[in-house]
């Protein structure tokens, strides 16, 4: 029996994982409608370089959620259980959603600008990993946690009402986002064959570095806006351990020790404005 046939004709109902039923069900509670539930004809309160600034920085969340539309799409087909393919079904559609907003947004804003190169290699590289366990790591644990981090540290500096609401949805649906890592990653990395650690920590040491080089790429824009990314990168490495707290097993999770002191060697050696 291939193992389509295994999953789709499993007689037994699901119960493995009650948690990440609580978390669909949230998932469903917390619907919201982008095109509705945003009051997109208010005006812009930004000055044309703030407009500029923050579209070339949103042009690269903007990339972000599509890729991540598609990898939970890719994931609810790969991974093997029933209510991790339910929760991520979610994820599908709330990605979705985050692709329109930021379309709407951009629009208003100026427009789409080009990718960097660091992102546009992230986000392919995630996206053309068919490991499973890998996948999750790398959108639901590392770039969903960066995104999260980045939009309050956007959210803090801008004070644009309509900006600030788009970021205040999308960020709500994130932190689910990362909930699905803590929840369900655990189980699929008790299962990893012993001979698929090294490609997951490989993986890992290249997006992160991939990642840090794409932050980096926004440190201008970032500087103009008045961003703390410095402090972000800080926060957000802070919730990456939180994460990694909750998990019943790190096992294959690539760990970098003093990680703080790179970000504060990196920010030293950019040149300030
Ligand atoms: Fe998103
Ligand atoms: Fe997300």
Same mark, same amino acid.
């Given at each position: 029996?291939?193992?389509?046939?295994a999953?789709?004709?499993?007689e037994?109902?699901?119960?493995?994982?009650?948690?990440?039923v609580?978390?669909y069900e949230?998932a469903?509670?917390?619907?919201? *409608?982008?095109s509705?539930?945003?009051?997109w004809?208010?005006e812009?309160?930004l000055?044309?370089?703030?407009?500029v600034? &923050?579209a070339?920085l949103?042009?690269?969340t903007y990339?972000?959620?599509?890729?991540?539309?598609?990898?939970?799409?890719?994931l @609810?087909?790969?991974?093997p259980?029933?209510?991790a =393919?339910?929760v991520?079904s979610c994820?599908?559609?709330?990605e979705?959603?985050?692709?329109?907003?930021?379309?709407?947004?951009?629009?208003? &804003?100026?427009?789409?600008?080009?990718p960097s190169?660091f992102?546009?290699?992230?986000l392919v590289d995630?996206i053309?990993?068919?490991? $499973?366990?890998?996948?999750l790591?790398?959108?639901?644990?590392?770039v969903?946690n960066?995104?999260?981090?980045?939009?309050h540290?956007?959210?803090?500096?801008?004070?644009?009402?309509?900006?600030?609401?788009?970021?205040?949805?999308?960020?709500?649906?994130?932190?689910k986002?990362?909930? !699905?890592?803590?929840l369900?990653?655990?189980? &699929?990395?008790?299962?990893?064959p $012993?001979? =698929?650690?090294?490609y997951?920590?490989a993986?890992?040491?290249?997006?992160?570095t991939l990642g840090?080089?794409m932050?980096?790429?926004?440190?201008?824009?970032a500087q103009?806006l008045?961003? *703390?990314?410095a402090?972000?990168?800080?926060?957000?490495?802070?919730?990456h351990? =939180?994460l990694r707290?909750?998990?019943?097993?790190?096992r294959?999770?690539?760990d !970098?020790p003093?990680?703080d =002191? @790179?970000?504060d060697?990196?920010?030293?050696?950019?040149?300030?404005?």
């Amino acid at each position: 029996m291939s193992y389509a046939d295994a999953a789709l004709f499993e007689e037994r109902l699901p119960d493995r994982f009650p948690k990440l039923v609580t978390l669909y069900e949230k998932a469903k509670r917390d619907f919201w *409608d982008e095109s509705t539930a945003i009051d997109w004809d208010q005006e812009l309160t930004l000055s044309m370089e703030h407009r500029v600034a &923050l579209a070339r920085l949103l042009s690269i969340t903007y990339y972000g959620e599509r890729a991540a539309m598609t990898i939970a799409g890719q994931l @609810v087909a790969l991974v093997p259980d029933e209510e991790a =393919k339910q929760v991520l079904s979610c994820q599908v559609v709330e990605e979705a959603k985050h692709v329109g907003a930021f379309q709407r947004l951009l629009k208003k &804003l100026d427009r789409v600008h080009p990718p960097s190169t660091f992102s546009r290699r992230l986000l392919v590289d995630i996206i053309e990993t068919d490991e $499973p366990t890998a996948k999750l790591a790398g959108m639901n644990l590392f770039v969903e946690n960066i995104a999260n981090h980045s939009f309050h540290a956007l959210r803090d500096a801008v004070s644009d009402p309509l900006v600030r609401q788009v970021l205040d949805y999308v960020a709500r649906d994130e932190k689910k986002h990362t909930a !699905v890592a803590v929840l369900y990653l655990p189980s &699929l990395l008790e299962r990893l064959p $012993p001979h =698929k650690l090294a490609y997951l920590y490989a993986k890992q040491a290249k997006w992160l570095t991939l990642g840090m080089m794409m932050v980096k790429d926004g440190y201008k824009d970032a500087q103009i806006l008045g961003v *703390d990314l410095a402090g972000a990168g800080q926060r957000a490495l802070k919730q990456h351990y =939180k994460l990694r707290e909750q998990m019943k097993t790190t096992r294959g999770l690539l760990d !970098v020790p003093h990680f703080d =002191k @790179v970000i504060d060697k990196i920010v030293e050696l950019l040149p300030r404005r």
